[in-house]
C-alpha cells in the first residue's frame, strides 16, 4: 500500500486552548484534563501526520471555544467545495465563524464555502468520507434537515444518511481505504454500509473504531486496544497507537482532532 491511498494530503489542526478543560463532555474524568498532556500529545499527533507526508496547518487555538481543539466538527472540507456545518451543540457554532475567516486565507487549500443553515445542524463527526460515497450520522448532534442540506451541496456524491444513537457516527466506526472499514458492530450496524469489508471490534474496544488512515496501511488507533492492533495487523494494516487520554477525557478521539480537505470533492 502507497502513501498516495488516503483521500487527503492536506489537514487542519489546532492546539488546545487552555480553557479546554471546560470543554462539553459527558466523560467523568472531565474535570482531571491535563492540558499541558493534551498540548504534548497534540504535538506528537501533528507530528505523525507530518511524518506520513500530510501537509499540516496549524491554526491558533481558541480560548472562547474550549471545544475548538476538535477541529473535525466545523467542517468537512474538500478542494473544490467545502460545508461549513452548523453544531448541535450550541455552545460550540461561534467556531464555524471562526474557522470561516481563517480559511478565507487558505483558499489554496479549500474549496468554495457553502453553510449548513438553521433548523439544520451537521458536526464533522458525523461525516465518514469513502471514495465508494459520503455517509452521514444523523444522530445527537446532526439532524436529517442537515443531512439534506448537505446532499445538495454535494450533489455530484452520493450522500447516504445513517441513524446513529451515537453522539457521532465516527465514535463507531471509520473507513480505512480499498473499501475496507473499521467498525464496532454492537453500536454501529454494517449493514448500514453495503459492498464494504470489515475489520470488526468488540464494544468494549469500540473507541479504537474512531481511527485515522493516513496512507501506506498506516492507520493511527488510541493506545491500549490489543485485540483492535492484531486484527488490524491480521488484515495487513500498521496500527500507530498513540496517547489520547486528555482527549478521550473531552469526549474526543484519533479523527476528532483534525478536519482533512478531501480530494474526492
Request: contains cysteine.
Amino acid at each position: 500500500m502507497s502513501e498516495s491511498d488516503r483521500l487527503f494530503d492536506v489537514a487542519f489542526v489546532r492546539p488546545p486552548s487552555d480553557s479546554y478543560i471546560n470543554c462539553v463532555s459527558t466523560n467523568p474524568s472531565k474535570s482531571d484534563i491535563d492540558v499541558t498532556l493534551a498540548r504534548e500529545q497534540h504535538r506528537t499527533y501533528s507530528s505523525i501526520l507530518k511524518e506520513a507526508g500530510v501537509e499540516v496547518i496549524s491554526l491558533q487555538p481558541l480560548e472562547a471555544y474550549p471545544d475548538s481543539v476538535f477541529m473535525q466538527d466545523p467542517a468537512i472540507l474538500g478542494t473544490s467545495r467545502s460545508v461549513m456545518g452548523r453544531f448541535g451543540e450550541d455552545t460550540r457554532r461561534g467556531e464555524a465563524k471562526a474557522l470561516t475567516d481563517e480559511l478565507a486565507s487558505q483558499r489554496a487549500q479549500v474549496g468554495v464555502l457553502n453553510f449548513v443553515n438553521a433548523p439544520g445542524t451537521l458536526e464533522g463527526g458525523d461525516v465518514v468520507v469513502t471514495d465508494k460515497g459520503i455517509f452521514v450520522g444523523d444522530s445527537k448532534r446532526t439532524n436529517s434537515d442537515g443531512i439534506k442540506q448537505f446532499k445538495n451541496f454535494l450533489a455530484n456524491q452520493l450522500v447516504t444518511g445513517v441513524r446513529t444513537e451515537l453522539m457521532h457516527l465516527l465514535c463507531g466506526c471509520s473507513y480505512l481505504n480499498n473499501g475496507t472499514m473499521i467498525i464496532a458492530p454492537d453500536l454501529v450496524d454494517p449493514d448500514s454500509f453495503p459492498g464494504f469489508r470489515f475489520i470488526r471490534i468488540p464494544e468494549h474496544e469500540a473507541y479504537a473504531a474512531d481511527a485515522l488512515y493516513i496512507g501506506g496501511g498506516k492507520v493511527i488507533i488510541p493506545v491500549g486496544f490489543p485485540t483492535t492492533v492484531a486484527k488490524l495487523e491480521d488484515a495487513g494494516y500498521r496500527p500507530i497507537e498513540i496517547d489520547v487520554s486528555e482527549f478521550e477525557k473531552g469526549d474526543g478521539g484519533v479523527t476528532c482532532l483534525s478536519s482533512p480537505v478531501f480530494e474526492l470533492f
